[in-house]
């Protein structure tokens, strides 16, 4: 119990200095308030943005890949390369969707 109540004391004795300086000048405490929410959300902004990116990306790169191994066994079995129209084709009949451009 007495560590309870030590414990319970020293976080309250840190709690209050923090919170002494707020209570001083609101619209600094307002100002930071605004610019450390505005720091947040372009943090998580970016963050976000960069991950789409890079996911567009090895999306990109896949549908190249595949695209790149369809030719490669059109032009082995028939001897000669696949038109657009055909890689297109091809692609939507075995993915179900249209290629990421």
Not at 42 to 54: E, M, R, S, V
Not at 60 to 75: H, I, L, P, V
Request: charged letters at 20%; one cysteine or more; proline letters at 3%.
């Amino acid at each position: 119990m007495k560590k309870l109540v030590g414990t319970a004391l020293l976080a309250s004795l840190l709690v209050v200095p923090c919170a002494m300086p707020a209570s001083a000048d609101t619209g600094a405490v307002f100002r930071n308030v605004v610019l450390l929410g505005a720091a947040a959300a372009a943090a998580l902004g970016i963050t976000n943005y960069n991950h789409k990116k890079h996911l567009k990306v090895e999306e990109d790169e896949e549908t190249d890949r595949r695209q790149a191994s369809y030719k490669a066994y059109y032009y082995r079995t028939t001897g000669n390369y696949p038109t657009q129209e055909q890689i297109h084709q091809w692609y939507v009949k075995t993915y179900g969707t249209q290629a990421a451009d």
